[in-house]
């Protein structure tokens, strides 16, 4: 992970949004797991833990958001295969598939 990248002021604002972008659609240990590693500097731990509970819970992302994090994983050094596991919202259909 570069330390210089995950240090910069868009990647942090970026990081920081994230909690309350997806607030509806964690449970409230999930955020709170989330903005503490976020809190603590974790970006890596905060970013797996984001992807892992939003996956379990079958949360809906559109294919944006989707991106945003394929973005802020690449930035952190972190594999994007994670991401494979998301629901995707289907904008064609306007529902997951």
């Known amino acids: ?50 992807v892992v509970r939003l996956a379990h819970r079958e949360s809906v992302v559109t294919s944006a958001e989707r991106d945003q ?6 930035t952190a050094g972190l594999s994007a295969d994670l991401l494979d596991e998301l629901t995707i919202e289907d904008v064609s259909r306007g529902f997951p598939p």
Not at 69 to 74: D, I, Q, T, V
């Open 1 to 50: 992970m570069s330390e210089y990248a995950t240090s910069s002021p868009e990647f942090i604002s970026a990081v920081d949004a994230l909690p309350e972008t997806f607030a509806t659609r964690l449970d409230d240990e999930s955020l709170y797991v989330v903005r503490t590693a976020f809190q603590a500097g974790e970006w890596g731990e905060g970013l797996e833990e984001l």
């Open 69 to 74: 994090l394929a973005a802020l994983y690449g």
